[in-house]
């Protein structure tokens, strides 16, 4: 199994940033996606997540109107859109695969947000 994260990297406030998550080893089609962040010295929350059919998304109120979660299960990719980026955004990015009780995590991407 694998989950690998791209896209991160250092923007300046009001940027935009695509991470993807690419995953492989496991039935893509069938587990619910989401993102994480985890800042310096910080808990690792939700961002975003979205249903294994992509009909049904969640975002944490800090990014709501700003991020938007998708999927494409025929390249089993999830991607992060990021828009109108704010230094409080800069952390640490995590893609996690669940079913059920089953969940996978990948390395995460490192996003700076800075002028």
């Known amino acids: 199994v694998q989950l690998v994260e791209s896209g991160g990297g250092l923007t300046q406030p009001g940027g935009s940033l695509r991470l993807s998550c690419a995953a492989s080893?496991?039935?893509?089609?069938?587990?619910?996606m989401s993102w994480y962040r985890q800042a310096p010295g910080k808990e690792r929350d939700l961002v975003a997540r979205i249903s294994s059919g992509g009909g049904n998304t969640d975002y944490a109120d800090s990014v709501k109107g700003r991020f938007t979660i998708s999927r494409d299960n025929a390249k089993n990719t999830v991607y992060l859109q990021m828009n109108s980026l704010k230094p409080e955004d800069t952390a640490r990015y995590y893609c996690k695969a669940q079913f059920g009780s089953r969940y996978y995590w990948g390395q995460g991407t490192q996003v700076t947000v800075s002028s």
């Open positions: 080893g496991f039935t893509f089609s069938m587990y619910a």
